[in-house]
């Protein structure tokens, strides 16, 4: 056989599991890793998201057939979104201190005080036209949207929300947000911004989950469009400068380059949020067996760390634990 002279054999570092386990460069925690809730008005209704199977909403009082899941699973924190009884043009229900959301943090947080709770504040599943804002015609008016996003966040803390996740994409929503929260004694309250937010098809699944579909026309005068990349950043810094805690780049795997360019680029905790039509995606390619699912959400979620998330919120968050338990992943 002939004798090479090849010093470099990157080989040597794949011939053993314990030594690849060691030269591992993306870690990946179950600490890091935020599970999506969908809760809803109503009585021992759990009801299955057509779109989402093996995803549910859940009145409050089966909610903790899911939490026990949660918490048994590893996974430490959960995002809430809530699908009120009643929605009007103005999103109403949104603020209402009885409101769905304000009640279900009341409930996790007196039976399941370890679970840090992060609130999405919108107001798609609260108007009855769908939109992330109030109308003035047919355009969502950014100024008077800001009103009711501070007055939606707040009833969220007051009523136990740890943390709260604005992803209408307003300018300007991060310092009404955090003058509000502020002024009324929660300082210490932290803002995850949904800053970088493309319009996207890969939504379609939640707003049948959420109802939240706009009744005409569609998101791109708020949510990004999909062709920018300094856009990117722009929004990152003016969200920075607002003073969000962390930022969240959302689809996750069509945009991992997006989330590389913020995480070089910003010295903040950086979430990525692997959104309902890439579950969607990943349960019917499964289901027909054109995939195998589990390592395609293993590989899916180190993707978005190896691009840089810190945390990943995943409708596959309790899989996802799982794996790393097992030494799958991590
Ligand atoms: C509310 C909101 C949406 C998502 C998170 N918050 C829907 C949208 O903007 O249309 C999408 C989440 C997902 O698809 O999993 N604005
Ligand atoms: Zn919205």
Not at 22 to 46: C, Q
Not at 196 to 220: L, M
Not at 300 to 306: F, G, I, L, Q
């Amino acid at each position: 056989m002939m004798e090479l002279e090849l010093l470099e054999r990157p080989r040597r570092l794949r011939s053993n599991p314990a030594l690849r386990a060691m030269v591992r460069e993306t870690r990946i925690s179950a600490d890091t890793i935020i599970y999506p809730l969908f809760v809803m008005e109503g009585e021992n209704s759990k009801e299955e998201i057509v779109s989402m199977p093996g995803q549910y909403r859940y009145s409050i009082d089966r909610l903790g057939e899911v939490l026990d899941q949660v918490v048994d699973a590893g996974v430490k924190s959960i995002l809430i979104f809530g699908i009120p009884a009643y929605k009007d043009p103005q999103g109403s229900s949104a603020w209402d201190s009885e409101g769905i959301v304000q009640r279900a943090l009341r409930y996790i947080k007196k039976n399941y005080p370890q679970l840090y709770c992060i609130t999405d504040v919108c107001m798609c599943e609260y108007t009855s036209h769908g939109h992330c804002g109030i109308l003035q015609g047919t355009y969502v008016d950014n100024d008077k949207t800001l009103d009711v996003l501070s007055k939606t966040a707040l009833s969220h803390v007051q009523a136990g929300a740890d943390m709260v996740a604005p992803s209408d994409m307003m300018d300007g929503r991060i310092l009404a947000l955090r003058k509000t929260l502020d002024s009324s004694g929660f300082v210490t309250t932290p803002i995850m911004s949904y800053a970088v937010k493309y319009a996207s098809g890969y939504y379609g699944p939640f707003r049948d989950a959420a109802d939240s579909a706009p009744a005409f026309g569609d998101r791109k005068s708020y949510q990004m469009d999909f062709h920018n990349r300094r856009e990117a950043l722009r929004e990152a810094a003016l969200d920075v400068a607002e003073g969000a805690d962390i930022l969240m780049v959302k689809p996750g795997l069509a945009y991992l380059d997006i989330v590389r360019d913020v995480k070089e680029r910003f010295e903040k905790p950086l979430a990525v949020y692997s959104v309902s039509g890439e579950y969607s995606m990943i349960k019917a390619a499964g289901a027909a067996n054109y995939i195998d699912q589990d390592d395609i959400i293993c590989e899916s979620s180190v993707a978005a760390y190896r691009a840089g998330a810190d945390m990943l919120i995943t409708y596959f968050a309790k899989e996802l634990a799982g794996f790393i338990r097992e030494g799958r992943i991590g």
